[in-house]
């Protein structure tokens, strides 16, 4: 589930992703995932790589996207105390 869904609008399809899943043990802080999303155009075949981080939470048995960014560098959510 997201609050604001994204979508590629049937203009390119997953074709291979790659991801890193970073969860603090025995703590209620939230899912980091950071992965390499690779696109295929539908129209020329070409391919897009691109970075993305989201950041999950658990709600009533449920996970949701809270926030997902198109990069690696975002940090928010992830700090560690």
Known sequence: MMKEPEGLNQT???DQV???VLRYKETKKP???KATVVFRDGDTSLLQKEQMTIV????TNQY???KLT?????RKGEERK
């Open 56 to 59: 999950i939470t658990k709600k």
């Open 64 to 66: 949701y996207v809270e």
């Open 31 to 33: 899912f980091i995932v």
């Open 18 to 20: 790659e991801m890193k």
């Open 70 to 74: 198109h990069n690696w560098l975002d």
């Open 12 to 14: 390119a399809k997953v």
